[in-house]
């Protein structure tokens, strides 16, 4: 229940977790175009996905994709593809994954580029304060 990122930040390769809700999602959207090896394959001039197609999605396409999400969802914050990773290092971290499991999920050389993403949120510091508390509690 992993995903290969082909060429992801850096041109570097890696693995990172699928949940299967993630799965049944991309499953769904696969069915609609059936291509032989892509999810995401590019889609041609008059908007439709040609199954001989070898190429991936475009950047641009994805960063539309997510433009109109944004639009649809009604959020008013400006988010872009960098977003969507800056949210998930965000949760994680919020949901008990280490650093260093984050920072290798990114991909990044150095620990402090993942601290630059993952900044400290008021769930963090709760989880926090109860940890100090059962820690410290048999004073």
Request: aromatic share 6%.
């Amino acid at each position: 229940m992993v995903i290969h990122v082909r060429n992801g930040k850096g041109s570097r390769d890696r693995y990172v977790p699928l949940p299967e809700a993630t799965l049944k999602i991309l499953r769904r959207y696969w069915a609609t175009h059936r291509h032989s090896t892509l999810i995401f394959p590019a889609v041609g001039r008059k908007g439709k996905i040609c199954l001989s197609e070898t190429k991936h999605m475009s950047k641009q396409s994805v960063q539309r994709a997510i433009k109109l999400a944004v639009q649809d969802a009604g959020i008013k914050k400006k988010a872009h593809i960098h977003t969507l990773r800056h949210s998930y290092a965000t949760h994680l971290l919020e949901n008990g994954v280490g650093l260093r499991l984050i920072q290798e999920y990114l991909e990044h050389a150095v620990i402090q580029s993942t601290l630059i993403y993952v900044h400290l949120t008021s769930k963090s510091h709760g989880q926090a304060y109860e940890k100090i508390d059962r820690m410290m509690g048999d004073l």
